[in-house]
């Protein structure tokens, strides 16, 4: 089983429309999450962090954590052609005493106009 | 403030020749981690350094090694280079352990 899994898609949406990416991770002691977007030929970019169950607004995106299933979710709304990116989920592996992030192998989302 | 910086952003070497990479962190981020990125292998964690020491290691051969300077400023070195160390090498920077994590541009490093 891998550490970190996300459904490597294509995911594709219309635009205006809400698109949903999932993510599950393996380590329990896990504390910290992360979303970043990836444009192609680009470094990652951090768009979202969310540390406790729940759900976190920032604008257009909203991130869901469930640590008891061990899944976390990143909603974008209002979806537009400039979200089209890969969806990196990032998971802290020290269980909070270092920065190893573990990642997913991404999401890639295509917004059609 | 400024962002994560990295020099040189695009790097070509020869099989068995060493390369050092250099990632500039935010200003007052003490954390720095270095990543490695391949289409086959995704992102995959190198090390990570705090006010100078080594705090985690990746599973990487030794021909990987860094090390962090006092103000903060971070190099990664690869020894011996084999064709598949071709990657894109990110360093990233954090102001706390287990806290949000900014990355730089990158170093393209093409290994022929």
């Known amino acids: 089983q891998k550490e970190v899994e996300q459904n490597s898609g294509p995911l594709s949406v219309p635009e205006g429309a809400i698109a949903s990416l999932n993510c599950t991770y393996s380590?329990?002691?896990?504390?910290?999450f992360f979303w970043y977007r990836q444009y192609s030929g680009k470094s990652p970019e951090l768009i979202m962090s969310?540390?406790?169950?729940g759900d976190k607004e920032d604008g257009r995106f909203t991130a869901q954590l469930n640590k008891a299933s061990q899944y976390v979710s990143l909603l974008i709304r209002d979806s537009q052609p400039s979200d089209s990116a890969t969806y990196l989920c990032?998971?802290?592996?020290?269980?909070?005493?270092?920065?190893?992030?573990?990642f997913g192998t991404g999401t890639l989302l295509a917004v059609q106009p | 403030k400024a962002g994560v910086t990295q020099t040189p952003r695009y790097l070509i070497k020869t099989r068995g020749q060493q390369v050092t990479l250099s990632c500039s962190p935010i200003?007052?981020?003490?954390?720095v981690s270095w990543y490695q990125q391949t289409p086959g292998q995704g992102l995959q964690f190198l090390f990570e350094?705090?006010?100078?020491?080594?705090?985690n290691k990746g599973n990487f051969p030794g021909r990987f090694s860094g090390r962090q300077f006092s103000n903060s400023r971070s190099e990664m070195n690869v020894s011996t280079l084999e064709l598949g160390d071709s990657a894109l090498y990110l360093c990233?920077?954090?102001?706390?352990?287990?806290?949000?994590?900014?990355f730089g541009p990158g170093t393209r490093l093409t290994v022929t």
């Open positions: 990233a920077s954090s102001p706390l352990s287990g806290y949000e994590q900014y």
């Open positions: 969310i540390y406790s169950n």
């Open positions: 380590d329990r002691v896990s504390q910290s």
């Open positions: 200003s007052g981020h003490r954390s």
């Open positions: 990032a998971v802290n592996g020290g269980g909070g005493a270092t920065n190893k992030l573990i």
């Open positions: 350094y705090f006010s100078e020491t080594q705090r």
